[in-house]
Each structure stands twice: as C-alpha cells, then as structure tokens.
C-alpha cells in the first residue's frame, strides 16, 4: 500500500456515513443476486469491493442508488433510511455514482454532460463543484468541452463521467468499475484522481477488479463472492492475505 495516500487516512477514526446491513437485493422476484450483505463506508474513507464478474458488485451499487429494490435488511445513509428512497432524492442526499460503462450523454457535448451533474445539486453537500474544478481535475477534459461525450476516448469518457457525478456535490461517491477497459496509463490517471479526492475528504466505495490499484488507494476493503462477504478489513490486511494474493493478485 501507498503510505503517502491510504496510511495517511486510516488512523483517523470517523463516523460512519453509509451502513449497509443484511440486504438482499434480486432482479427477479425469489431470486436474490445479493445474499444477506452487510459494509460499512466511514466519513473520509475509500472502502474498496473486490470480486469477480458475477460476484453481485453492480446489483449491489444499483440497490444503493435506488435502482434495484431491497427486499430485505437495512441501508441507511448518514444516520437516515434510504429504504423505498428514489434515485433522484439519493442524489440530492448526497449520494453520486459513475456506473460501470461510463453512460455519458453521447449526444450532448462535455460542458452539457457536466451541466447534467449539476443539475441535482444541493446547497451545503460537499464541496462546491464548478466547471473550473472539474477542468482543473482533468484538463483533458476542458480541451474538449465542446466536443459531443459519444467521440471521446474510453479514458476521456471515463474522466467525464467521473466529474459528471462531482458536479452533484456528493458527500459519498460510487465509483463502479472505473478502470475497465482502459489501458494502463489512463487506469494510472484514474486511480492518481480518486486518491487525490479522498485525500482531499471525498468519501469513496470503489467497485474494483483490478484488485492490486484498488488495495493501493484504499483504507478497507470487502470481498464479495456468489452475493456474500466472505472477506473483509484493513485494505493493507487483505494485500498480505495468501488467498487473497493467489485468487485476486495474481501472486
């Protein structure tokens, strides 16, 4: 691990913002894809998901979002039920996601992407997010900003749809699979961006299967295998593991 980037925040101790207790969580009535999960993210934090495809990871991001129903158990969000909550009232709790495949507005230009970010906005959620914060944070994409999102590279779709859900002001943000796909110079910029937020007091769960840059940037750390935790702790506890070296690390 990182000392410079996750060390520096795990020895503080901090409230917990988002608690996902027993949920279950189905596509199809009866038949659950999540099975009795239970995580917790604190204020600050970076908490990876680590697991394989098929493991429950997306089904797991879209309950938080209020896209899939819970069919059981508890999901509060800063001390509040998020039980029967609407996407659109999640986001403006505080809550931002960049779902797996990017789903930028390929018709709309990269400035009018990030208009649609801010759309939800809430005064007093996180930090004040402008346009010149988010071109700031990828110049690459302030370069572009008139160019429809559908002619981008993979890595600038990427990049924007990461500063599209920063425009929403979050408090705690989704990220679902943000390196796949991507070649390894960009998959080093996007990981660099998210230890640069947190370091910066951006809360973040990070659905991951590149398990080694997840581990670096993160202070904790979960495994979900067939819908179950089957593993979870310090991010540096989890690197060390022998199972965890030989099913994720390829050691």
Same mark, same amino acid.
């Not at 797996?100 to 906005?121: D, H, K, P």
């Not at 030989?246 to 050691?251: H, I, K, P, Q």
């Given at each position: 691990?990182?000392?410079?980037?996750?060390?520096?925040?795990?020895?503080?101790?901090?409230?917990?913002?988002? !608690?996902?207790? !027993?949920?279950?969580?189905?596509?199809?009535?009866?038949?659950?894809?999540?099975?009795?999960?239970?995580?917790?993210?604190?204020?600050?934090?970076?908490?990876?998901?680590?697991?394989?495809?098929?493991?429950?990871?997306?089904? /797991?991001?879209?309950?938080?979002?209020?896209?899939?129903?819970?069919?059981?158990?508890?999901?509060?969000?800063?001390?509040?039920?998020?039980?029967?909550?609407?996407?659109?009232?999640?986001?403006?709790?505080?809550?931002?996601?960049?779902?797996?495949?990017?789903?930028?507005?390929?018709?709309?230009?990269?400035?009018?992407? /990030?208009?649609?970010?801010?759309?939800?906005?809430?005064?007093?959620?996180?930090?004040?997010?402008?346009?010149? =914060?988010?071109?700031? +944070?990828? $110049? =690459?994409?302030?370069?572009?900003?008139?160019? +429809?999102?559908?002619?981008?590279? @993979? @890595?600038?779709?990427?990049? *924007?749809?990461?500063? =599209?859900? *920063?425009?929403? !002001?979050?408090?705690? /943000?989704?990220?679902?699979? $943000?390196?796949?796909?991507?070649? $390894?110079?960009?998959?080093?910029?996007?990981?660099?961006?998210?230890? =640069?937020?947190?370091?910066?007091?951006?809360t973040v769960l990070l659905v991951e299967q590149n398990a080694t840059a997840a581990l670096d940037i993160a202070d904790r750390a979960y495994v979900l295998e067939r819908g179950t935790i089957v593993k979870s702790g310090l991010a540096g506890s989890l690197e060390r593991d022998s199972e965890i070296q030989?099913?994720?690390?390829?050691?």
């Open positions: 691990m990182n000392p410079s980037s996750a060390g520096d925040r795990s020895e503080i101790d901090r409230p917990k913002l988002l !608690q996902v207790c !027993q949920i279950h969580v189905s596509y199809v009535a009866g038949v659950d894809v999540v099975h009795g999960v239970s995580l917790d993210v604190n204020l600050g934090e970076v908490v990876c998901l680590l697991g394989r495809n098929g493991a429950g990871k997306t089904t /797991l991001i879209k309950a938080l979002c209020g896209l899939l129903p819970v069919n059981s158990g508890q999901l509060t969000f800063d001390g509040t039920s998020l039980l029967g909550v609407r996407p659109a009232e999640i986001v403006a709790a505080g809550i931002a996601v960049v779902p797996e495949g990017r789903r930028v507005f390929s018709n709309l230009t990269v400035a009018e992407n /990030l208009a649609m970010g801010a759309y939800s906005r809430r005064n007093g959620l996180g930090p004040s997010w402008r346009f010149d =914060r988010a071109y700031d +944070l990828f $110049p =690459r994409l302030a370069e572009r900003r008139t160019q +429809l999102a559908g002619t981008l590279s @993979g @890595g600038e779709q990427q990049m *924007l749809a990461m500063a =599209r859900a *920063l425009m929403a !002001q979050p408090r705690l /943000l989704l990220l679902d699979e $943000p390196s796949m796909g991507l070649a $390894p110079l960009l998959i080093n910029l996007i990981f660099d961006t998210i230890n =640069r937020l947190a370091m910066n007091g951006m030989r099913s994720y690390l390829g050691v």
